[in-house]
């Protein structure tokens, strides 16, 4: 494998546990959590490698995402 088929995997891993632990803590189903997460900035930024995003922890992550986009849990 190389460099960038890592990342493409290291990435979707993160989408997993990320979706799995939004549904979770805001108890809400996969759906909603995959439509909080999708509908974000933030899938933006760990999808186009920016600030270093992709990184972070899934759970520094999901606070990020309700720190910064809680209308996005309002629905």
Known sequence: ???????QVYQESLEERLI????K????SLEKAMAIYY?????NKI?????GM??????????ILKETEPELFEK
């Open 1 to 7: 494998m190389d460099d960038k088929v890592l990342e």
């Open 20 to 23: 799995s632990y939004l549904a």
């Open 25 to 28: 803590e805001n108890n809400v």
């Open 39 to 43: 509908g974000s900035k933030l899938s």
């Open 47 to 51: 999808n186009q490698g920016k600030e």
């Open 54 to 63: 992709q990184y972070l922890d899934y759970k520094v992550l999901a606070d």
